[in-house]
């Protein structure tokens, strides 16, 4: 089979990290990633003949979780897309089902029809990306998402303790991403407005730092 390529983006892809992301993750979630992709996954309100989009899937543990609750004989799919072609693969290696595809492609310009999905999920992806690319990733969204359908982003917000300040403003400086900056200052609820989609609400937060927002496409 050929090689992937990643695809041009202004993002910060991973194909660096994807060999140890899946040792590191779990390390990052704080022991608590089965129950952070549980409620991003019950919060999707998943019916077996949907299909899902996974925006920034990474190496796709949340798309599989997802694949699991869908009928591949009824239509269901879930797609995870990544810019990082080396993310893709290692998800195409370790997480294929037969309702699960991983692609790699830019969630600011997405290869799918007007209306071709049900929900549309991100985890962790939308701090890798500046304004401009926030913006771009949630207006592609509305355009591929079915009127009712739901969108649900997971990702760093305004901080609200005092552990979850000193780790999203350390991260923001060691990791010198002022795409994190935007986040916790709090730039996506109003991003989600601006791409059309009424005022999101915070379903969950973790560790302080990450707010699980979720809203539908009118
Ligand atoms: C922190 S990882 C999150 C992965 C996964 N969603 C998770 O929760 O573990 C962020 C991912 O976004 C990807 N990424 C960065 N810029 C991107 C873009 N413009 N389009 C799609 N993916 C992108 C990176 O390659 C990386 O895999």
């Given at each position: 089979?050929?090689n ?10 991973l194909?660096h990290?994807?060999s140890?992301?899946?040792l590191?993750e779990p390390l990052?979630?704080?022991?608590k ?8 996954v019950?919060?999707?309100e998943i019916?077996p003949?949907?299909r ?11 798309t599989r979780?997802?694949a699991d609750?869908l009928?591949?004989s009824a ?6 897309i990544?810019a990082a072609?080396k993310?893709i693969q290692?998800?195409r290696?370790?997480r294929?089902?037969?309702?699960v595809w ?8 997405l290869d ?7 929900a549309v999920?991100s985890s962790?992806f939308f701090?890798?990306?500046d304004a401009?690319?926030?913006l771009?990733?949630?207006?592609e ?7 009712g359908g739901?969108?649900?982003?997971a ?10 300040a000193?780790?999203s403003h350390v ?5 010198m991403q002022?795409q994190?900056g ?6 996506l ?5 601006q ?6 609400s915070i379903e969950?937060r ?8 979720a809203t539908?496409?009118?």
């Amino acid at each position: 089979m050929p090689n992937l390529s990643s695809v041009p983006t202004t993002g910060r892809t991973l194909d660096h990290a994807a060999s140890i992301y899946d040792l590191v993750e779990p390390l990052l979630l704080l022991g608590k990633q089965a129950e952070y992709e549980r409620d991003i996954v019950n919060l999707l309100e998943i019916q077996p003949t949907d299909r899902i989009l996974d925006l920034g899937c990474g190496t796709g543990t949340l798309t599989r979780s997802i694949a699991d609750r869908l009928d591949a004989s009824a239509g269901g799919q879930a797609v995870g897309i990544d810019a990082a072609a080396k993310m893709i693969q290692v998800a195409r290696d370790k997480r294929s089902c037969p309702t699960v595809w991983f692609t790699p492609m830019a969630a600011e310009v997405l290869d799918f029809e007007d209306e071709s999905f049900d929900a549309v999920v991100s985890s962790l992806f939308f701090h890798h990306v500046d304004a401009s690319l926030k913006l771009s990733a949630i207006k592609e969204s509305f355009r591929v998402l079915r009127p009712g359908g739901k969108l649900i982003i997971a990702d760093m917000h305004i901080p609200t303790t005092f552990m979850g300040a000193l780790i999203s403003h350390v991260s923001r400086w060691f990791f010198m991403q002022p795409q994190i900056g935007e986040n916790i200052r709090g730039i996506l609820p109003e991003l989600m407005v601006q791409a059309g989609f009424p005022e999101p609400s915070i379903e969950a937060r973790y560790f302080g730092y990450v707010a699980v927002f979720a809203t539908r496409k009118p």
